[in-house]
């Protein structure tokens, strides 16, 4: 009777969490549901592509390789030391060891035939072996000198890789927020980041110059390409962009004429010309019809 009591009991436990349980199966199938509802009709990836995160890890495993290089260089660099100072005091030990041989043959030689006092015999060998000692101790202090020369050197060497490795990182990492980001101040705000980093960066510059243009500051613009061409004078995309403000400042031959030299340089820019909304203002110049046919312009 007992028995069929906690059956009973059991029974009634599970039915009442069968039916607490409902309402919440029906809420997570209705949240799938509408979850699957919306993957259903996304138009675009929710991310980019995974090219940042290829090049940090291309990145990351050359520091990984250099810091390995650097640890086995140093490993050989300190047991090629210790061979050197072992081979240099079995040197010195033996020569002394020997000096000592030839010391007491001369000796009893001397004792022999009579000719000088010991002691004499002994200050003169011993200054003799202190000379040589202390040549060998001095030729073995300079290639000890010059080993650690050459590692400083190295480990100096690898720092610089390093800070570099660091700094095209934090480049790369820059120039990939330029592209995602679409407001110009924003890109003007990163390439100004990348200038701090390497002022010399004719590319930040002239990108810079674009963004300028964006905001309506053709004067601007003008001022980052003369610095870009400063650097670098044959940069096509400075005379593209240096153009471009031009066009905006309403001097047209100085347009054209810096046109002229971006093509010189790269041909392909022609099409992206034509197809280029601030040169619509050139439309209707002689000299930009001329160019466009291939001729020449003095």
């Known amino acids: 009777m ?68 650097r640890v086995e260089f140093n490993e050989k660099i300190l047991e090629r030391e210790h061979q050197s100072i ?52 001095d030729e073995y202090e300079n290639r000890l000198s010059n080993i650690e020369k050459q590692l400083t050197q190295k480990a100096q060497h690898i720092e610089e890789n390093r800070e570099e490795i660091e700094l095209t990182q934090d480049v790369q990492s820059l120039w990939l927020r330029a592209q995602q980001d679409s407001s110009p101040s924003g890109k003007i705000e990163i390439y100004d980041d990348i200038l701090r980093r390497r002022p010399d960066d004719c590319e930040a510059l002239t990108y810079k110059a674009d963004a300028a243009l964006e905001l309506g500051e053709p004067q601007w613009a003008v001022n980052l390409c003369l610095q870009a061409l400063k ?9 593209y962009q240096l153009a471009g403000a031009y066009t905006a400042l309403d001097r047209y031959d100085e347009a054209i004429v810096n046109l002229k030299k971006a093509l010189s340089f790269r041909e392909s820019y022609r099409e992206d010309i034509q197809e280029d909304p601030a040169f619509h203002a050139l439309y209707g110049h002689t000299g930009f019809r001329g160019l466009m046919q291939g001729e020449h312009i003095n």
């Open 231 to 239: 650097i670098d004078p044959e940069n096509s995309h400075a005379f």
């Open 86 to 137: 072992d081979r240099a005091v079995t040197y010195a030990t033996d020569t002394v060891t020997y000096f000592f041989y030839l010391i007491a043959a001369a000796s009893s030689i001397l004792v022999i035939v009579g000719w000088t006092s010991i002691r004499d015999i002994k200050d003169r060998v011993h200054t003799y072996a202190n000379d040589q000692v202390s040549k060998i101790v």
């Open 2 to 69: 007992s028995s069929l009591k906690n059956l009973f009991a059991t029974l009634c436990v599970l039915l009442g969490t069968t039916l607490l349980s409902l309402p919440l199966w029906a809420e997570a199938d209705t949240k799938n549901a509408l979850a699957k509802e919306k993957v259903e009709t996304l138009e675009a990836p929710l991310y980019s592509p995974f090219v940042e995160r290829y090049v940090l890890d291309e990145l990351k495993q050359l520091r990984s390789e250099q810091a390995t290089i």
